[in-house]
C-alpha cells in the first residue's frame, strides 16, 4: 500500500495556505487512499528564535485544528514528531551524507537566514540543516509520496538525493519519496503583497487569513486584498499576482479552474466579496468542530499518544537497519 507523510511546523498559527496547500488534501483523499501519517513537525520550530510556552500551545492547536479539519485517527497516524526519537536519529545519519554546500543552497534556508540577519539576530545551526531532519522524518517511514505545497519541493528533491546517495553508498535502505501539489492553491500569495507567500509565522496579519480567524475578519482581510492596476479579472499570476491568488482561492475552494472563473467576473468587487463568501463558508466546519475538540482537550491527547505509539513502531526498523547499514554496531541483547 502507498505511504503518505507530511507535517505542520507550529512556528504560527494555520493559516489558508496551510489549509488548501496541504491539510484539505490530506482530508479529504490521502487518508482514505493510502496509509498516511501526518505530523506536528514541532522540533523543526525552534529553529528559529522561539518562546517554549508557545510552541507548545501551537503544537496543541495544529493538532486539534488537524483533527477538525477531518483527519480521522482511525484512518491516518496523527503524531507529533518530538514523541517519536527516531526523526532526530536519523537526522544524524543523514548529516553524515549530505554535504554543506547542499544545505547552503536551500532557497528557505536563505530566505530566514537573511530575515534573522537583518532583525538583528544569529542564525541557529539548526535552520541550516533543518531540510536533513526534513528528509529523516519522511525516510523514517518508507515513505512514498509527499503531499505538500509548492514552497517544500526543493525540501524534498533534497531529500530523494539522500535517499539515493545512502542507497548507493551503503545498500538499498530507504524508499525514494516523490513531492505531490494540489492543482490549485499550492501557492496561495499574502492578500496584502501578492508576490509572497502566505506565510503563517513571518508575515503582517491583513495579508494572511488564519483558519481560526473570526468571520468578520475573514470578510475584511479578502475585500482589502491588495488588487493589481489593470480594469478587468483575467488570471495571469506573472501580471496580475493579486487578481490571480483570489482566483486561486476561489477556485480552490468551489473546486473550479481559476483562467475559466475569470470569465465569470467583470468587477474586482463582485470576485472579493464571492471569494470572502467561500472562504467563510469552508472555514465554518472546521471552527465548528474546533471548539468541540477543545472542549474535550484528553480525546486530542489520546489521538496523540495512540498516533506516537503506531509511528514508533513503524519507523524503528527502518532507521535500526540506517544504523547497521551504514556501519554502527548493533547493541548486544544479553
Ligand atoms: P509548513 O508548516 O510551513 O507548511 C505546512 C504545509 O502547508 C503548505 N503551505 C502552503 N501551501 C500553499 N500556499 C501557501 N501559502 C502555503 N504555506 C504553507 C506547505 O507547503 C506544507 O505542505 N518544512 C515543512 C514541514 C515539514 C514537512 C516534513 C513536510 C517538516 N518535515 C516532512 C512534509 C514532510 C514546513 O515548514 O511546512
Same mark, same amino acid.
Given at each position: 500500500?502507498?505511504?503518505?507523510?507530511?507535517?505542520?511546523?507550529?512556528?504560527?498559527?494555520?493559516?489558508?495556505?496551510?489549509?488548501?496547500?496541504? *491539510?484539505?488534501?490530506?482530508?479529504?483523499?490521502?487518508?482514505?487512499?493510502?496509509?498516511?501519517?501526518?505530523?506536528?513537525?514541532?522540533?523543526?520550530?525552534?529553529?528559529?528564535?522561539?518562546?517554549?510556552?508557545?510552541?507548545?500551545?501551537?503544537?496543541?492547536?495544529?493538532?486539534?485544528?488537524?483533527?477538525?479539519?477531518?483527519?480521522?485517527?482511525?484512518?491516518?497516524?496523527?503524531?507529533?514528531?518530538?514523541?517519536?526519537?527516531?526523526?532526530?536519529?536519523?537526522?544524524?545519519?543523514?548529516?553524515?551524507?549530505?554535504?554543506?554546500? $547542499?544545505?547552503?543552497?536551500?532557497?528557505?534556508?536563505? $530566505?530566514?537566514?537573511?530575515?534573522?540577519?537583518?532583525?538583528?539576530?544569529?542564525?541557529?545551526?539548526?535552520?541550516?540543516?533543518?531540510?536533513?531532519?526534513?528528509? +529523516?522524518?519522511?525516510?523514517?517511514?518508507?515513505?512514498?509520496?509527499?503531499?505538500?505545497?509548492?514552497?517544500?519541493?526543493?525540501?524534498? $528533491?533534497?531529500?530523494?538525493?539522500?535517499?539515493?546517495?545512502?542507497?548507493?553508498?551503503?545498500?538499498?535502505?530507504?524508499?525514494?519519496?516523490? +513531492?505531490?501539489?494540489?492543482?490549485?492553491?499550492?501557492?496561495?500569495?499574502?492578500?496584502?503583497?501578492?508576490?509572497?507567500?502566505?506565510?503563517?509565522?513571518?508575515?503582517?496579519?491583513?495579508?494572511?487569513?488564519?483558519?481560526?480567524?473570526?468571520?468578520?475578519?475573514?470578510?475584511?482581510?479578502?475585500?482589502?486584498?491588495?488588487?493589481?492596476?489593470?480594469?478587468?479579472?483575467? #488570471?495571469?499570476?506573472?501580471?496580475?499576482?493579486?487578481?490571480?491568488?483570489?482566483?486561486?482561492?476561489?477556485?480552490?475552494?468551489?473546486?473550479?479552474?481559476?483562467?475559466?472563473?475569470?470569465?465569470?467576473?467583470?468587477? #474586482?468587487?463582485?470576485?472579493?466579496?464571492?471569494?470572502?463568501?467561500?472562504?467563510? $463558508?469552508?472555514?465554518?466546519?472546521?471552527?465548528?468542530?474546533?471548539?468541540?475538540?477543545?472542549?474535550?482537550?484528553?480525546? *486530542?491527547?489520546?489521538?496523540?499518544?495512540?498516533?506516537?505509539?503506531?509511528?514508533?513502531?513503524?519507523?524503528?526498523?527502518?532507521?535500526?537497519?540506517?544504523?547497521?547499514?551504514?556501519?554502527?554496531?548493533?547493541?548486544?541483547?544479553?
Amino acid at each position: 500500500m502507498t505511504r503518505i507523510f507530511s507535517g505542520v511546523k507550529p512556528t504560527g498559527h494555520l493559516t489558508l495556505g496551510n489549509y488548501l496547500g496541504a *491539510v484539505r488534501r490530506w482530508a479529504d483523499v490521502d487518508q482514505h487512499r493510502a496509509e498516511a501519517l501526518f505530523c506536528i513537525v514541532d522540533l523543526h520550530a525552534l529553529t528559529v528564535d522561539h518562546d517554549p510556552g508557545r510552541v507548545r500551545r501551537l503544537s496543541r492547536q495544529a493538532a486539534t485544528l488537524l483533527l477538525a479539519s477531518g483527519l480521522d485517527p482511525e484512518l491516518c497516524t496523527v503524531f507529533v514528531q518530538s514523541h517519536v526519537d527516531e526523526h532526530a536519529r536519523l537526522s544524524y545519519l543523514l548529516e553524515c551524507v549530505a554535504t554543506d554546500g $547542499e544545505m547552503r543552497r536551500m532557497i528557505q534556508y536563505k $530566505e530566514k537566514a537573511a530575515l534573522e540577519r537583518k532583525r538583528g539576530g544569529s542564525v541557529r545551526l539548526s535552520l541550516l540543516t533543518y531540510p536533513v531532519l526534513m528528509a +529523516a522524518d519522511i525516510l523514517a517511514y518508507g515513505t512514498d509520496e509527499v503531499p505538500v505545497g509548492d514552497d517544500q519541493t526543493q525540501h524534498v $528533491e533534497l531529500t530523494r538525493d539522500l535517499a539515493v546517495r545512502f542507497n548507493q553508498r551503503y545498500g538499498h535502505t530507504f524508499v525514494v519519496p516523490r +513531492a505531490t501539489r494540489p492543482e490549485v492553491a499550492a501557492r496561495v500569495m499574502n492578500l496584502q503583497e501578492p508576490t509572497s507567500k502566505m506565510g503563517k509565522s513571518d508575515d503582517v496579519g491583513p495579508g494572511v487569513v488564519y483558519l481560526l480567524d473570526e468571520p468578520d475578519t475573514v470578510r475584511k482581510k479578502i475585500m482589502r486584498a491588495v488588487t493589481d492596476s489593470g480594469q478587468d479579472v483575467a #488570471y495571469d499570476p506573472e501580471e496580475r499576482p493579486g487578481v490571480s491568488n483570489l482566483l486561486e482561492i476561489l477556485a480552490a475552494c468551489e473546486g473550479s479552474d481559476p483562467a475559466a472563473l475569470s470569465e465569470a467576473y467583470t468587477s #474586482y468587487g463582485a470576485l472579493k466579496k464571492d471569494t470572502a463568501d467561500a472562504v467563510v $463558508e469552508l472555514l465554518r466546519p472546521v471552527q465548528d468542530r474546533h471548539k468541540q475538540l477543545c472542549a474535550d482537550p484528553s480525546s *486530542v491527547e489520546g489521538v496523540l499518544r495512540e498516533g506516537a505509539r503506531r509511528a514508533r513502531a513503524m519507523a524503528r526498523p527502518t532507521v535500526d537497519s540506517a544504523y547497521e547499514a551504514i556501519g554502527l554496531l548493533a547493541p548486544s541483547d544479553g
